[in-house]
């Protein structure tokens, strides 16, 4: 079992910054591909960020091009996304997965380990 925590949420006003982090408590995962999705109240999950097991590879949601920035740390076994022009739209709970493949997928299936999440709030 992969452990994840994500840390980093919190109240900001639209135009702001926030950058999350994603740590595993498996060093496993340095090996696979990690994403990040999101959930909004009363919306299905939806991909936001994947970055591959060596950081060669990243996609991203068209509604956070610009904006948002995966990044890894291998040796910490911990990912960010540094979030940049917050709009109030990204308000959502943020979850970090670890992928079963070394790729950067973009589909909920192909992430087997999820953290619990961690809640964004943008003002207007």
């Known amino acids: 079992q992969v452990q994840l925590v994500e840390s980093g949420g919190g109240l900001v006003q639209a135009g702001g910054s926030l950058k999350l982090s994603c740590a595993s408590a498996?060093?496993?995962?340095?090996?696979?591909?990690m994403g990040w999705f999101r959930q909004a109240p009363g919306k299905e999950r939806e991909f936001v960020a994947s970055?591959?097991?060596?950081?060669?590879?990243?996609s991203y949601a068209d509604s956070v091009k610009g904006r948002f920035t995966i990044s890894r740390d291998r040796a910490k076994s911990t990912i960010y996304l540094q979030m940049n022009n917050l709009k109030p739209e990204d308000t959502a709970v943020y979850y970090c997965?670890?992928?079963?493949?070394?790729?950067?997928?973009?589909?909920?299936?192909?992430?087997?380990?999820w953290g619990q999440g961690t809640q964004v709030t943008v003002s207007s």
């Open positions: 498996r060093r496993t995962s340095s090996n696979n591909g």
């Open positions: 997965a670890t992928s079963r493949t070394a790729g950067a997928p973009m589909t909920q299936a192909q992430y087997p380990y």
């Open positions: 970055i591959s097991w060596n950081g060669g590879v990243t």
